[in-house]
Structures are given as structure tokens and as C-alpha cells.
């Protein structure tokens, strides 16, 4: 499976791709930034984003997305902007009939690290570590998407397959039985 990680920002948006599957090594593919001017109006930033993430999409063609999942943590303004960003990446992945994920951002921490409230430095270095670079990409923002991947790969691919598997049996997650992914309050296990 390839993901593409999508960490939404309206000025820098961290984009990573993961080749792997649950139980097998994981691969980066390629990590980047796509950036908007500041000072543009905001239609002309997300027409930018939406450019530029078409093309990561056309050259990289991910079989799912993971965006990380917002919350009303900073101002108003700040979290307007990042959510319009993420928007966008899920209408172009929408667009393109892929599958779309949101993890938040202790989720991902829990799957990369172990720990839900790891600092970002763990978190770049667990990524390293994982798909095995030399160092951990720049800016960090690129380090934060690959850790939506991993955390896609290890986590929601693994929930996809199990809701598939319900789905045919059928069963759903109104049932009773949920979906890994979208568990809340449950105590889950890090991958080491």
C-alpha cells in the first residue's frame, strides 16, 4: 500500500509518501512541502494547494490518504486556514476515488512512538528510524506527514481491512463492533 501523509498548514503543508504493509518494512517514497504566499488572498492559496498537491497525486498515485484530523487547539483564524488546507487534500484525493483517513495528532504520536504525548523530536526520530533515513526530512512539517503514513499503514490499513472483513460477514460499526481507527477513549498499543 502506498499513503500519502497529509500534515494540512495553509502556508507549509507537509506531504509524505509510505510504501509497506502492516508486519513488513516500510519505505519513504518522497517528503516535501507544498508552500502558498502569505500574503495571496485565500482563494489563490487553496487553488495553489490544490495545483500543487494534483501533482504529488499524478507522479507518486498513493492507494490512500491520511490527513491529520483538526482540532480547535489555537486561534480561530490559525484553524481556519489549516482546515480549509486539509480540505482541499481531501476533495483532490476524493477526486480521484482514493480512500481518505484522518488521525489526529495523539493518535499518530501513539502509533509512531508508543506515546501519545511524545514530543515532535521523538516522533522525527522514531520516523528515521523507521524507514530507515539518514536523518529526519526538513522542515519538519514533511517529518509530521510520513508519520501520518506510518501511522495509516500501521493503524488505519490494518482497521480498513477489519471493517472490510465485517462489511462482508455483515456486521458494521454501528453493530457494535468499531473500527481500530475510530475507537475513542480506548487504551491502544504503540508499535515499538
Known amino acids: 500500500m502506498r499513503v500519502l501523509g497529509v500534515d494540512p498548514g495553509l502556508t507549509r503543508m507537509g ?3 509510505v510504501d509497506g504493509r502492516l508486519g513488513a518494512p516500510l519505505t519513504m517514497v518522497a517528503a516535501g512541502v507544498i508552500r502558498t ?10 487553488l495553489g494547494i490544490d495545483t500543487q498537491i494534483a501533482e504529488w497525486f499524478d507522479e507518486y498515485q498513493p492507494d490512500a490518504v491520511a490527513v491529520e484530523r483538526m482540532f ?3 486561534g480561530v483564524r ?6 480549509q488546507a486539509a480540505g482541499v487534500a481531501m476533495v483532490a484525493a476524493a477526486r480521484r476515488g482514493l480512500p481518505v483517513a484522518l488521525h489526529t495528532p495523539s493518535e499518530v504520536k501513539a502509533a509512531v512512538t508508543g506515546d501519545g504525548r511524545a514530543q515532535k523530536e521523538q516522533v522525527a526520530a522514531m520516523v528515521v528510524r523507521v524507514l530507515r533515513l539518514a536523518e529526519a526530512p526538513k522542515p519538519v512539517d514533511a517529518t509530521d506527514a510520513l508519520a501520518l503514513a506510518v501511522c495509516h499503514i500501521w493503524r488505519g490499513g490494518a482497521a480498513d481491512r477489519i471493517a472490510a472483513a465485517m462489511e462482508r460477514q455483515g456486521l458494521s460499526a454501528d453493530s457494535g463492533s468499531v473500527p481500530l481507527h475510530r475507537t475513542r477513549g480506548r487504551k491502544r498499543g504503540g508499535f515499538r
Open 15 to 17: 506531504i509524505g509518501l
Open 37 to 46: 504566499p502569505a500574503g495571496a488572498p485565500i482563494h489563490e492559496r487553496l
Open 72 to 74: 480547535a487547539q489555537e
Open 78 to 83: 490559525t484553524i481556519m486556514g489549516t482546515a
